[in-house]
């Protein structure tokens, strides 16, 4: 199938947004492991994981659609700290979120409703899992303080 070449571009950014968020996910989740931070290693690892399904899904629709899918991440800068990963990460989901709704107007316009459809699945993890859970995390920082936080962090993972 033969897809408008505004959606085959338009996938293709979001791809390399998804590229960049695992790749981001990765570095944090193995800096959390670095610092002894388990459980917050194993839910960023989980996160990694879940960008590379929604990489892999936008991948196969590019291709599906007869696409040449651009597979460079975009660039980002890891965070230092454990607040400053954490606030980097709700960035790139709120601009995920973001890219998304555009795109989805964009297959709207086009009338590509199975993408459309897709990529709806994908805003609903990324508002719902995703950028909730980190802003439950910031508002965890806020309430019992950073060396609280820190330290619930720790050991095991549940």
């Not at 297959?107 to 199975?114: A, I, L, M, P, T």
């Amino acid at each position: 199938m033969q897809g408008h070449p505004d959606v085959i571009s338009c996938l293709n950014a979001l791809l390399r947004g998804e590229l960049a968020a695992r790749d981001q996910y990765f570095i944090h989740s193995r800096q959390y492991e670095d610092q002894g931070f388990m459980r917050l290693y194993e839910r960023i690892h989980h996160e990694m994981e879940e960008e590379t399904v929604h990489a892999d899904v936008i991948l196969r629709r590019i291709l599906f659609l007869g696409g040449k899918p651009d597979m460079r991440p975009h660039a980002f800068e890891p965070g230092d700290t454990v607040e400053a990963m954490l606030r980097k990460d709700l960035a790139v989901e709120y601009q995920v979120r973001d890219n998304l709704r555009a795109a989805m107007v964009l297959c709207e316009q086009h009338r590509d409703f199975q993408t459309r459809d897709l990529l709806l699945a994908q805003l609903k993890d990324t508002e719902e899992d995703h950028a909730y859970w980190l802003e439950k995390q910031l508002g965890l920082i806020d309430k019992i303080g950073l060396p609280n936080y820190l330290q619930a962090q720790m050991g095991a993972a549940a």
